[in-house]
């Protein structure tokens, strides 16, 4: 195969192959001219960066890990002059080179050009144009030797003039006779020129050319080389340079890291516990024993009411302790599994972050532990007393009361009986918990939980936190005078903020702390919970300047709410507008479920957004509609829990599945689609971003609508929205996009090309065409045309949910059951 063998009449494609070739050579020298460029500035960012980091203060102990970091920063100061140098390089050769060729390709472009052109006059010339004009003088000269013959013959048929006559028909003739000959040689070269033009000239010029692209294909295959080779990660000393950092990194040793810092501070051995009743005490006191109890008419009572809750107390510890150790060793077991099947290093942090659930479960297991101790140690003793008072009543506290007024029949019969008969019943009672205590055990606890004090409990344990709320969500929940809960602060977390409804305000009070203490201005507490409750206790006002008064503690939906450790992380699926997606577990019934988390750098707002999802998800009940199992905002990262829909999302499945779909099949996601959204346009819920990337498909092929992070819940069924902020530009209806007005008609547009995506088995709706061609199209009525698989009905539906006036599109409803008849012809 050859230029000059196969393109003799390719002319035009080669003029189109060498301009293809020019702009493939320009886009390469762009390409490298960017490059250049991107390698100074990384290596500028790289000798910036290591020039600005600050040296770390010297250490009371030797650090692997500060010694392996000042050689990576080191190393990346080497590096980054490495890549300065061969930016420099890739400038002044490579690049230069190109410009160079690019140039000499135009050359050979223009020249080609005008050695064609001048075959192709000189061919058509010799094989057109002065045949052509030999022709014209044959024909003329052929009617004027036949006129001279006429002529000539009616001379002898009239016989005058005869001579004349013929000598004018032999001058005609011998006319006629030489443009022949001259006709029939230029005819025999040009047939020979034309030969040579088809057999050498032309194919002589192709091959030339061919020969001269090829050559500068070699030469363009150098430059790429020289490219690769000067740009390449791989050089000897950009390979040295990482296997130094590698190096370094190696030398980090989680075994020996701490050793010096535990030989710089090394405490002495923790002393034995001295906690001692202290005998002071006892010196203005008349008979009371220390570390005894004391048992008598004025303490019966209450030691009876100590005891019955220490032993509730004591029950509900061990019942949440046994739950805790079951939920410990169960992460545990998972964390053993996974080790032994990591992979990746994503895996090892995602195994960290199970470590860590695992270290605040034994944290929490070792708390349980300690308070079932302290409980067990003051039942031991409550139990002690209790037991050798059953058999008598307890002695009076006081002898010298007994004639204090002899007046008075202090000792009375009535008020002997009533007394006996009250002490009867306490020892009883007491029999019967010093026998049996762990009978409360299986009773139910709920109805002791007034028994343990609500500020001893961990502040998420407490009703009225309610975490990582928004702002807004909880001003919505503070409806009358008084109205209180806690919350962790979006802007700032670990900070957190007492929410309050005061004077038709709803006030907002950062909790300080300082000292260990946490307090508004008046007196502080070890722990929030003993802060609210001293507050919503004896009505003291918040701060003065405000007056605000707690009244009405706002309870958090339990239904909803999920601690961290209720839900294990597993592998990643994706990343969503928030944070990443996981595969979890809950802990209680080994359910699998989606996790989004939030990232915890993001703006409020943006936290905001991504609740919003879980508050819309919580009113929502459908087969079609992705359902919320719960959400985790104790604490950051923020987690909104769903129902794990195994098919993945609706546009990779169409992509991957596309060969295997029918025609049946498609129309029972439109339906499914259409049934979600006709019971979310029943609920007044917008979407406002439906999408096949949006829906999920669960088992047996069941579409869900998912994603609504951006949706809204309105009264009258109407959004307004200003600016073009993230908006899906080839999902969303004109008038969201003109000005900012969602509603469920604005949904159906969306549904349109839902619909179009289906049945195009997952091409990207308005294709060819940019976000801002594709809107300016739809206003000049420009609208997609019936994809290849899709029904001659299904597509009217479509071109129904395009029409440019809101009002003339159908409801959901509609489009549920025109397609549901559809779909069973």
């Keep these: 195969m050859g230029f000059g063998r196969d393109l003799t009449n390719s002319h035009e494609g080669l003029l189109k192959l060498q301009d293809w070739e020019i702009k493939l050579l320009e886009t390469v020298k762009r390409f490298m001219t960017l490059r250049v460029k991107s390698d100074k500035e990384y290596a500028a960012l790289l000798l910036s960066m290591t020039q600005q980091t600050e040296k770390q ?86 009617r004027d030797a036949n006129n001279a013959k006429e002529k000539y013959r009616e001379a002898l048929a009239k016989g005058r003039e005869a001579e004349r006559a013929r000598d004018r028909y032999d001058k005609a003739t011998a006319k006629l006779h030489n443009v022949h000959n001259q006709y029939v040689l230029a005819v025999c070269g040009a047939r020979m020129h034309q030969d040579e033009h088809r057999r050498h000239a032309v194919p002589a010029l192709l091959d030339a050319l061919q020969r001269i692209q090829e050559d500068m294909i070699l030469a363009l295959k150098s430059i790429v080389e020289e490219y690769c080779e000067i740009s390449s990660l791989l050089t000897e000393e950009v390979v040295l340079v990482h296997q130094e950092i590698s190096a370094a990194v190696q030398q980090i040793d989680p075994l020996t890291e701490y050793q010096h810092f535990i030989d710089a501070y090394r405490t002495p051995e923790m002393p034995e516990a001295n906690v001692d009743f202290d005998a002071s005490l006892l010196e203005d006191t008349d008979n009371i024993p220390a570390n005894e109890i004391m048992w008598n008419t004025l303490t019966a009572e209450s030691l009876q009411a100590t005891l019955s809750s220490t032993t509730v107390e004591l029950a509900l510890t061990q ?48 708390s349980l532990r300690s308070s079932e101790a302290r409980l067990l140690s003051q039942k031991a003793l409550l139990d002690a007393k209790m037991a050798a008072a059953v058999a008598s009543p307890p ?86 005078q008084g109205d209180f809960l806690v919350r962790e602060s979006h802007g700032k977390p670990g900070e957190y903020v007492l929410s309050v409804f005061s004077d038709d305000q709803r006030r907002h009070f950062i909790i300080q702390y300082a000292d260990n203490q946490f307090r508004f201005e008046g007196t502080g507490f070890s722990t929030i919970p003993q802060l609210i409750e001293h507050h919503f206790s004896t009505k003291q006002v918040i701060t003065k300047k405000s007056g605000v008064v707690l009244l009405n503690p706002v309870v958090k939906d339990k239904k909803w709410i999920l601690n961290h450790e209720d839900v294990v992380l597993g592998e990643l699926l994706g990343k969503g507008n928030f944070g990443e997606v996981f595969k979890g577990t809950l802990l209680r019934d080994k359910t699998p479920v989606a996790v989004k988390t939030c990232k915890e750098d993001l703006p409020p707002e943006l936290k905001i957004r991504f609740l919003s999802e879980a508050r819309i998800l919580k009113q929502y009940d459908h087969p079609n509609i992705v359902k919320l199992i719960g959400v985790c905002t ?59 990337r949006n829906c999920l498909v669960g088992d047996n092929s069941v579409l869900k609508i998912s994603d609504f992070g951006m949706s809204r819940q309105e009264d009258d069924g109407v959004y307004s929205s200003s600016g073009l902020k993230q908006i899906p530009i080839k999902w969303t209806a004109p008038e969201a996009l003109n000005y900012g007005r969602y509603s469920s008609e604005s949904d159906v547009w969306s549904y349109g090309i839902l619909l179009w995506e289906t049945f195009s088995l997952g091409v990207c709706p308005y294709p060819g065409m940019t976000n801002q061609q594709a809107r300016e199209q739809v206003e000049k009525g420009y609208r997609m045309t019936c994809p290849q698989r899709c029904p001659d009905e299904v597509y009217k539906v479509m071109q129904r949910c395009w029409q440019y006036n809101p009002e003339d599109r159908p409801k ?10 559809i779909k069973k012809k």
């Design 395 to 480: 002695p009076p506290a006081f002898q010298a009361l007994q004639y204090e007024d002899d007046t008075r029949s202090i000792g009375s019969a009535d008020k002997t009986k009533e007394k006996t008969s009250r002490f009867d019943t306490l020892r009883h009672s007491l029999a019967g918990m010093i026998r049996a205590p762990k009978a409360m055990v299986g009773s139910s606890t709920s109805q002791f939980f007034e028994v343990i004090p609500t500020s001893e409990r961990p502040l998420a344990e407490q009703e009225w936190y309610h975490g990582a709320i928004p702002r807004t969500e909880a001003q919505e929940l503070l409806r009358q």
């Design 319 to 366: 019942q949440n302790l046994k739950l805790k150790e079951d939920l410990a060793d169960d992460l545990e077991s998972r964390i053993q599994t996974g080790q032994q099947s990591v992979e990746k290093r994503s895996d090892c942090v995602l195994l960290l972050r199970q470590k860590l659930s695992l270290l605040e479960l034994r944290h929490t297991v070792q």
């Design 634 to 692: 104790q604490r950051q990262p923020i987690y909104i829990v769903m129902e794990l829909v195994p098919g993945g999302d609706f546009l990779s499945f169409l992509r991957k599945k596309k060969d295997e779909l029918k025609t049946k099949q498609l129309l029972r996601f439109a339906v499914d689609a259409a049934a979600g959204m006709s019971y979310l346009e029943s609920k007044n819920c917008i979407h406002r971003d439906l999408a096949a």
């Design 57 to 142: 203060e010297a250490a009371d102990y030797v650090s692997t890990v500060s010694k392996s970091w000042s050689q990576v920063i080191h190393q990346t100061e080497v590096l980054g002059r490495i890549m300065k140098s061969h930016a420099d390089d890739l400038n002044s050769g490579p690049l230069h080179r190109l410009a160079t060729l690019i140039r000499d390709k135009q050359q050979v472009k223009k020249s080609y050009q005008g050695l064609h052109q001048q075959l192709e006059t000189l061919n058509h010339k010799v094989t057109k144009s002065e045949l052509e004009k030999l022709k014209t003088t044959y024909r003329q000269l052929s």
């Design 812 to 821: 959901f409803l509609e489009l549920q059951r025109d397609l549901a008849a």
